[in-house]
Every structure is written in structure tokens, then in C-alpha cells.
């Protein structure tokens, strides 16, 4: 959607067309931001000898004919995949019917989906430079221009007030994803005394499923704040000082572009993957690292509260934590869409000539 809003801003007349499934938040999030959306059945890749390996091939194909009947009805004449359920399909869709592909990864260990598709096309883009993919250019990932451009200190009173925190003092931002992460939100309101005893406020994102007890405020206590879900995240990240979170590629980037600090969690699932997204940030002295088994109520109070409560560092953090940024990917991937169009409208008329 960030590639889709810099496309219309360089070139108004394009059409876009998203591709989607009924998993997920595709039907909630495209149709918010205005583009017209063509579901397919999504096809998982196991990546274990059972069931699902087995009627993989079958899914598959029903897939790749609804995908190239998409493409067909939209008159697509380039495909941009990320990778996902939804990608694998659509690329043979694409590949089929000589379609221009675009592909780009923003993890740092490519999916199956976008490995195969590098080998049909030059254009392959990367969210960081050890991102190992065939033909892979590093541009960073597409945000959204009210996350790039972000001042945050100018931001942080009314962000704050618009949460119910309090102006003075440290906030930290919590968050385990757009569905939450249940041993993060174990963690954090387990710590919730030792928060408060060291003069820390939170901002406690749960996700729509989960619920948290944290025991009330008292009137002179810091704030500890829970909403289930946040629409506009750049609200949340003005009125923090720190965030504790997952390691999806997207927020690691997102984190990076404000410059905000952040205590990473990686999701402990598919060998630790999103463990390689934050080891950027790692190095440069913007990011602490915990493993998910390691994070709880012990590891806060004994490692992160002292950081928390170290103006001085944090300070540091957040200037190291924007070095990873990369704030004009998505234009620059914009320009390679456009000039992709422009190749396949090239070749179109020579054909016809």
C-alpha cells in the first residue's frame, strides 16, 4: 500500500490493483486505503513432509488460474509481489502471460515465493543489503510519508495527551504485532510494578484478542496505558521514548525511519527468521536484542529499566537506532514500476508493428 500511494503521487493515471486473500488483514487494510481488491485462495508452503505437501500442487493451480484471471480482468501489465501467500500464484500467473515482474523482499532470509521469482526477472529489491537474493538491489522498504517525515519531539506532547500519559518522564511503547503476542503482553504487565516504582510510563498496544490485567493507578502513578489496536502508529511512536516489540521486517524499518529505540523480541517460529531482521540495528547501537524465552518480568527489570531510565542513553540509542533508515524506498521502487510499464508498453508496440 506504501508502493501503491507513492505510484499515485508520481503518476495519478496509474491504475493498481491489490491482490489478496481472505487471511490476514487484506480485507480490512486495502480497503481503507482505497485500491480495488481481487481475492485468491491463499497457498500455504508447508515446509514439512505431510498433508498439506501433498495437495499443495492442486492448490496451487487453482490459485494460478484465479490470480491470471485477475490479472486478465485489471489489464495488468506489470505485477509488484512481496512475497506471502499470495505471491507464489500470482507470479506464475504473471510469468505465463509475459507480464512485467517487480519483486521485493524486506526480510532479511528470503520466503520461497520470492526466491523463485528472482530467477524471472532483473528487478529484484531488497529491504537491506545482506538480504541473499538472485539479481537483488538494496533500497529499503516503502513506509508511508507520515512515518518518514515524523518529527517526533514535536509530536510527543499531543501524541501523549491524546493516550491520557503524562508530559514528564519516560514512555515505553509496547507491541507484538497488528494481532498482538501473548508472552510479550505476560512480560511487560508482570513488570507492571517495577514500571511503575522507576517513574516509567507504558503505552501497552494488546492486540484485538488479547486482554491484559494491570492493576490500577494510583492518582500519583505513572500512567500504564492498554488500547487493543492503533491505527496510526506514528501517534504512538511520537509520544515514546522506547518501544519493545517484534522483529517483523516492517516494523524494524518503521522503528529505524522515527529513530525510536526498541527492545526486540523475535517471533520464535521458522528458525528464528525475524532474529536477522534487527541485527542492523543490533550493531549500530540503536537496538537491544532478547530472546522470547528470555523476556520476562526479571529481564525488564534487571536490563531494560536501567536503560529506560538513562535520558542520556536512550538519546544515544535513538540517534544510532535512525542510521538504518532508509526513507525514500518507496519512491525509488516507484520509479522502477514506472519504468517497467514503460518496457512492457515498448515491447507491446513492437509486437503490433
Request: proline content about 7%.
Amino acid at each position: 500500500m506504501n508502493l501503491a500511494d507513492a505510484l499515485h503521487r508520481l503518476a495519478p493515471a496509474t491504475e493498481i490493483t491489490a491482490l489478496g486473500t481472505i487471511r490476514g488483514l487484506d480485507t480490512t487494510l486495502i480497503a481503507e486505503r482505497g485500491y480495488p481488491l481481487e481475492l485468491i485462495p491463499p497457498v500455504p508452503l508447508p515446509r514439512k513432509l505431510n498433508g498439506d505437501l501433498v495437495r499443495t500442487p492442486a492448490r496451487l493451480r487453482e490459485s494460478v488460474r484465479a490470480a491470471g484471471e485477475a490479472l486478465d480482468r485489471v489489464r495488468a501489465e506489470v505485477l509488484v509481489g512481496f512475497g506471502g501467500y499470495v505471491a507464489m500464484p500470482a507470479y506464475l500467473a504473471a510469468w505465463r502471460r509475459g507480464l512485467g515482474i517487480i519483486v521485493h523482499e524486506a526480510n532479511v532470509r528470503p520466503g520461497v515465493a520470492n526466491r523463485v521469482a528472482a530467477r524471472m526477472t532483473t528487478r529484484v529489491f531488497t529491504g537491506a543489503p545482506s538480504v541473499r537474493l538472485r539479481n537483488a538491489t538494496a533500497i529499503g522498504t516503502p513506509l508511508r510519508p507520515t512515518i518518514t517525515g515524523l518529527d517526533r519531539p514535536a509530536l510527543r506532547d499531543k501524541a501523549r495527551r491524546c493516550f491520557g500519559l503524562h508530559g514528564d518522564g519516560p514512555v515505553v511503547l509496547v507491541t507484538g504485532g497488528s494481532q498482538g503476542a501473548e508472552s510479550i503482553n505476560a512480560a511487560v504487565t508482570g513488570a507492571a510494578g517495577a514500571f511503575r516504582a522507576a517513574g516509567v510510563q507504558v503505552l501497552h498496544i494488546t492486540g484485538p484478542r488479547h486482554t491484559v490485567d494491570v492493576p490500577l493507578c494510583g492518582p500519583t502513578d505513572p500512567s500504564y496505558v492498554t488500547v487493543a489496536f492503533v491505527k496510526e502508529m506514528r501517534c504512538a511512536y511520537a509520544a515514546a521514548d522506547f518501544a519493545i516489540c517484534r522483529s517483523g521486517a516492517m516494523t524494524c524499518a518503521e522503528l529505524a525511519a522515527v529513530g525510536l529505540p526498541a527492545a526486540y523480541v523475535p517471533l520464535p517460529l521458522r528458525g528464528a527468521e525475524q532474529r536477522l531482521n534487527v541485527e542492523p540495528a543490533v550493531a549500530a547501537g540503536g537496538a537491544l536484542l532478547v530472546d522470547d524465552e528470555n523476556f520476562n518480568p526479571h529481564w525488564i527489570t534487571t536490563a531494560l529499566l536501567p536503560v529506560l531510565t538513562d535520558p542520556e542513553r536512550i538519546s544515544e540509542m535513538s540517534a544510532r537506532a535512525s542510521t538504518a533508515g532508509a526513507p525514500d524506498a518507496d519512491i525509488i521502487l516507484a520509479h522502477h514500476v514506472l519504468a517497467a510499464v514503460r518496457e512492457q508498453r515498448s515491447i507491446a508496440t513492437r509486437s503490433l508493428e
